[in-house]
């Protein structure tokens, strides 16, 4: 039988297209067929959950911004473990990289 109905691949990329950010895509049926470039079959029998994406920023504006002010309520100028100058970054970016001198947070300074 050749293929019948809707193309699996492009009703996925289409769903894509539409859903809002930070919205869910549901993907149901039963699909048997090996020609889409993401093993359908094997992901809906292992019953495996796509989670992904960057950080929903959007969605979290209104909750972050009073937080941001001068009088710091979450205390992150305090946390910086390092503060160097500018001209310190390059080896600043090393040290943080080799996990070397406890280095967590660092402030650097024009």
Not at 66 to 90: I, Q
Request: proline share 5%.
């Amino acid at each position: 039988m050749e293929t019948v109905g809707v193309d699996r691949l492009a009703a996925f990329r289409a769903a894509i297209d539409v859903v809002r950010r930070g919205g869910t895509i549901s993907v149901s049926g039963v699909y048997g067929g090996a020609a889409d470039p993401v093993p359908m079959l094997t992901m809906f029998d292992k019953q495996i959950q796509l989670r992904m994406g960057q950080a929903n920023v959007k969605r979290w504006v209104d909750d972050i911004l009073p937080l941001l002010t001068d009088e710091d309520p979450l205390g992150v100028d305090a946390f910086a473990t390092h503060r160097l100058s500018l001209e310190e970054g390059p080896q600043a970016y090393k040290t943080f990289q080799d996990k070397q001198d406890g280095m967590i947070k660092t402030l650097l300074a024009p």
